[in-house]
């Protein structure tokens, strides 16, 4: 049977409403509600679902971030997660912590507890970078099955059904692998008030990048964030002949 | 510095500024679920007065068939506090399903506390699965705020009492399998017993067509030559006034907790919607006469959370004060809360009064709570009696 690992983010909630600190220098954070990375939680969701099948004989949870994130760990461990990780880090994990950092964390955890199977989200709304997965599958020497749609477990084969943009593609292949999941894998349980309770008591271990060795400086910053131009009302055209100028011309897309 | 301080009420409206972990854990859970599953439908089932039995019944997972109910039976022993927090939660989405809930989690409690081993394992394990939908039956057409002045009567004779009357205005009524009816034992003796939904003698009336609360069924029950065995009788003849009263301090809490989500909902939209609008050259939250009318509304908001949730602990640590605080906390936070939807309704302009708003049907929601659970006159009287001697 496969122990798992799932990583789960704590970001920005995906339904706030988000505004720019003066400097441009990143989302001002101070006051804005925070949650569980939306694809991570379907990573949550499918490795409980997994243990429910019996395919999986324990679910460790972590995350990287500030003291905070723990909502995340307990959240995670209320949908049926049996222990959880924190690795402290008090850099802004949407600007200063990177997908390459994550990975390194991840594997050394990996190393440690002797996981066959990481869960994933298939990227973080915050960053939206979709690397860390892979980095890590990199960083492992181990298979992938990344932006899942459906993920089953028969006679320790792992048939993953990934949705890539000619339609759904197929793979199968031995643990252990890295896993990440889609929006379309499952839908997340709603934690129930007994689970919460007995949620309480599942054990926290709380450490830092430090505590592996692992320096986190980020090798590149970012220069400048900057909302969207405002859209601009649309212009009228009197021909097809028009059209194809400024489409060509000003929109310079043809 | 003023869209500092502005931008910094996150926590503040979303009423969790000193929530302990475990609370906070609560009011997601909840705040999810409402968000998700209530919200989308409010204004469907205000219209077409649908009961989503389904939806209720899938709560159970959850836990909210007991929520204050021990452990035995399978309750999920919360606090007060913790389920104020649900009721809110579930409120901002949709009044009237967190009412319904209130009642049925009532019940529960009342068998939960008074009833004896018997009855707890007959009723309690299907209340927590939402198999048996519970109903409260108190007031009469003769007898309101005067509830001890009811003439439904049970006459014991030999293992069965026989039970004639009506009861007026029960929420859930045709829905339920499980009733806690109050009624007469004795010329000055009120009992509480469970009534079967579906028991030869009891009729339900056509669903009333309400002001609000048009998702769950409100009805005349009336009892005719109703045959209970005894065994249905909770705890002993002549505490049914104790249990009645004892139970309207939770449910005066629960009550000012749907107040508490309704105008939360309210306020939230009013603030949205003042950020977008545009007259005269200025968006609405610009100019500062409506400011002023959002920060008064703001405070009555806060100050009726803090007083529910404070008339909740005191509740939970049985304080001798806790009527006059329960009956406090349920008249301000129904006349604020009250008040900050009419304000929300009002800055809305003619789009408060289109349907798919949604603040018109918070709005008459969220008046009758100003009547239900005790009215506001009567938590007055009570008020004054924790003041004077006489």
Partial sequence: MLKVLVAAKRVVDYAAKIRLLPDNSGV????????????????????VKLKEAGKVSEITVMTAGPKQATDVLRTALAMGADKAIHVQVDERTDIHLLPLSVARILRAL???????????????????NNQTGQILAGLLGWPQATFLNQVTIDNDKIRAVREIDGGLQTLEFAPPAVLTCDLRLNTPRFTAIPAIMKAKKKPIEVLTPESFGINITPDYNTANVEAPAKRKSGVMVENVDQLISKLKNEAKVL | MIRNLVRKTSNLMSGNWDLNV?????????????????????????????????????????????????????????????SSLIYEALSKGCVSFSVYLSVHNMVAW????????????????GMFAFDKFGAYCLTEPSSGSDAASMRTVAVLEGDYYTINGSKMFITGGAAADVMALMCKTGPKEISCIIVEGNTPGVHFSKNEEKLGWNLHPTNLVSFDNVKIHKSNLVGKPGIGMKIA????????????????????????????????????????????????????AFTKLTTSRVLVRHA?????????????????????????????????LQMHGGMGVIKSTGIERVFRDLRILKIVEGTNEIMRLIISRSLFHS
């Avoid at chain 1, 440690?112 to 199977?117: A, G, S, V």
């Avoid at chain 2, 939970?316 to 939807?341: G, Q, R, W």
């Fill in chain 1, 110 to 128: 990996v190393l440690r507890d002797k996981f066959n199977l990481v869960l994933l989200g298939k990227q973080s709304i915050d960053g939206d």
């Fill in chain 2, 22 to 82: 475990h609370e906070q854990q609560i009011q997601d859970m909840a705040l999810k679920f409402s968000n998700k599953e209530l919200a989308p439908k409010a204004n469907e089932w205000d219209r077409d007065s649908i009961f989503p039995r389904d939806l209720i019944k899938s709560t159970a997972e959850l836990g909210f068939g007991g929520m204050y109910c021990s452990g035995t039976y399978g309750g999920s022993e919360l606090s007060r506090l913790e």
């Fill in chain 2, 245 to 296: 009263l004892q139970g309207l301090e939770g449910g005066r809490i629960n009550i000012a907790s749907c107040g508490l989500g309704g105008a939360w909902f309210a306020l939230e939209k009013a603030r949205d919607y003042m950020e977008n609008r545009v007259q005269f050259g200025s968006k609405l939250s610009e100019f500062q006469y409506l400011r002023f009318k959002m920060a008064e």
């Fill in chain 2, 312 to 344: 909740a602990h005191m509740v939970d640590t049985k304080n001798t004060d806790k009527i006059p605080l329960s009956s406090m906390a349920k008249l301000v936070a129904t006349d604020y809360c009250f008040e900050i939807v009419d304000m929300a």
């Fill in chain 2, 110 to 125: 009342i068998i939960d506390t008074f009833a004896d081993e018997n009855l707890k394992e007959k009723y309690l394990p």
């Fill in chain 1, 28 to 47: 001002d954070l101070s006051t804005v509600k925070m949650s569980m990375n939306p694809f991570c939680e379907i990573a949550v969701e499918e490795a």
